[in-house]
């Protein structure tokens, strides 16, 4: 079946340091990729989404990048601040939503 | 600014029971979906719908039921609830196309 596999499972910046998430998708249909923060105890909040018809998109300090002859998709994080520090979950949607595992990222201050 | 609320924020259960998880949104969503979060698994769906009486399974329907009364109001639905069920429990709504608006999530918990 269709799945999304999401890398790092956690990754540790410096702040000020750059931090990259990648994420892959199995189902060559989908044609909508959010990305989600959830901060400790909190909901999952969209922070940035791309769809197929586009290879990047940029807001603020965020960025995200679509290859879809590879079927995969990246979130960018620039100038990383401590706030940052959160999960974050790409996700990918054809007929339905498929959700990666998350990545931890933790920004040291 | 969408508001989906869930009943419960904590919940703490006995191996048996039967188990209610109510969410509400205050948007007219008409699309509604329960999720379970579980780490090193994301976020995984369990059923969702998309208008009033209606329900679909989602990837882990097994244990679980689901109630649409009203458009506003999506209920799961623990019949018997088991210790693997444990797990946090997020709602979650949109309109048409995503995206998703979450509610603050019920983590619970079976003993």
């Given amino acids: ?109 | 600014d969408v508001k989906v609320t869930q009943s419960s924020r904590y919940l703490v259960k006995r191996t048996g029971e039967k188990v209610f998880l109510e969410c509400v949104q205050d948007m007219d969503h008409e699309n509604m979906f329960w999720y379970r979060q579980d780490p090193g698994l994301g976020l995984r769906l369990i059923y969702f719908s998309y208008d009033v009486k209606m329900k679909e399974k989602g990837d882990i329907p097994e244990g679980y039921s689901v109630s649409r009364e009203k458009k506003e109001r999506f209920s799961l639905i623990l019949e018997s609830a088991s210790t693997n069920q444990t797990s946090m429990y997020l709602c979650a709504s949109s309109l048409g196309d995503l995206p998703l608006h979450f509610g603050n999530g019920t983590r619970l918990t079976v003993t």
Avoid at chain 1, 10 to 31: F, H, M, P, R, W
Avoid at chain 1, 67 to 77: D, E
């Fill in chain 1, 1 to 109: 079946g269709e799945n999304v596999e999401q890398h790092p499972s956690t990754l540790s910046v410096q702040e000020g340091d750059s931090a990259v998430i990648k994420c892959t998708y199995s189902d060559s249909a989908s044609n909508y990729f959010p990305w989600y923060k959830q901060e400790l105890g909190k909901r999952p909040q969209l922070i940035i989404d791309i769809r197929s018809n586009v290879g990047e998109k940029k807001d603020q300090r965020i960025a995200v990048t679509l290859n879809k002859t590879a079927k995969h998709f990246s979130l960018h994080i620039t100038e990383t601040q401590p706030e940052d520090s959160a999960v974050y979950f790409c996700a990918a949607i054809s007929d339905k939503l498929i959700f990666g595992t998350g990545t931890r990222l933790q920004v040291f201050p």
